[in-house]
């Protein structure tokens, strides 16, 4: 049986995406992205911030270069990867980094790119897909995926 590796992330870019070009024409782009929580600890509220390392390659590269910012709210969706290397005193290093699939630009129109740019998913491949619903309402900054599930008031379960 093979394992899945899927990451799905929602949070905020902890700065601009840097990007390189690589031998042939690749680009590649990489930031921080910050995942907080919160919970009560002896009757106090508690929030824990979780980093993460992010790499979009190709034509996704190019999208977050345009479009994505430091403090940007992004849902984003890949798989988990660990690279190593030795650095230069000869010790073995390790990272993990997140590389995405796609991504969905979250929040307000106005939180986007000048002009007004609508919040939207981009993939792998390059490819810009329009949320299945932008009203302007409060679950707006909610992917069409996730809020689809709860636009039925009725559901028929039994409990």
């Keep these: 049986m093979s394992g899945i590796n899927k990451v799905i992330l929602v949070g905020h870019l902890g700065k601009d995406p840097e990007l390189r070009h690589l031998e042939g024409g690749v680009k590649v782009a990489s930031f921080p992205l910050a995942t907080s929580e919160t919970y009560t600890k002896d009757g106090k509220k508690v929030e824990q911030t979780e980093w993460h390392n992010i790499v979009m390659w190709r034509g996704l590269a190019d999208i977050a270069e345009k479009f994505l910012v430091k403090g940007k709210l992004v849902y984003i969706e890949g798989k988990l990867r660990t690279r190593s290397w030795e650095d230069k005193e000869g010790h073995k290093r390790y990272q993990t ?49 996730i809020s689809a599930s709860q636009d039925s008031a009725e559901d028929d379960l039994p409990f």
């Design 97 to 145: 980094e997140i590389v995405a699939d796609n991504f969905t630009m979250l929040g307000r129109k106005s939180d986007n790119e000048p002009g007004g740019a609508s919040p939207g998913s981009y993939q792998s491949s390059g490819s810009y897909e329009s949320p299945v619903h932008n009203t302007g309402k409060m679950d707006e900054h909610i992917p069409a995926a």
